[in-house]
């Protein structure tokens, strides 16, 4: 079994800035890569930003240069550090890890989800 803890969302004022933390634990062979994707409403899950195990990134264009994706290998920890957020980016932001746990081949498990509401 595979869990993934995301820290709480929250409100934020545009311009601000929020901090999302992800855990990964259990039975846990390797990860090959962890990432945030978000679902704002009434759209589809996009990414937002990956992290490999290589520390090579990938962002979403909207969030380049306002959003950097971090990890602690040593922890199974992804974080996202979001500054200048826009109302836009108001969504429920969904940690992703792709991994091997014991016996297995690489599968995706997703965290339950955070609000992050940007607002004034």
């Known amino acids: 079994q595979v869990q993934l803890v995301e820290s709480a969302g929250g409100l934020v004022q545009p311009g601000g800035s929020l901090r999302l933390s992800c855990a990964a634990s259990?039975?846990?062979?390797?990860?090959?890569?962890m990432g945030w994707y978000r679902q704002g409403p009434g759209k589809q899950r996009e990414l937002v930003a990956v992290?490999?195990?290589?520390?090579?990134?990938n962002y979403a264009d909207s969030v380049k240069g306002r959003f950097t994706i971090s990890r602690d290998n040593a922890k199974n920890t992804v974080y996202l550090q979001m500054n200048s957020l826009k109302p836009e980016d108001t969504a429920v932001y969904y940690c992703?890890?792709?991994?091997?746990?014991?016996?297995?081949?690489?599968?995706?498990?997703w965290g339950q989800g955070t609000q992050v509401t940007v607002s004034s």
């Open positions: 259990g039975s846990i062979f390797s990860i090959y890569a």
């Open positions: 992703n890890a792709r991994l091997k746990t014991y016996g297995s081949n690489l599968y995706d498990y």
């Open positions: 992290i490999t195990s290589g520390d090579s990134t």
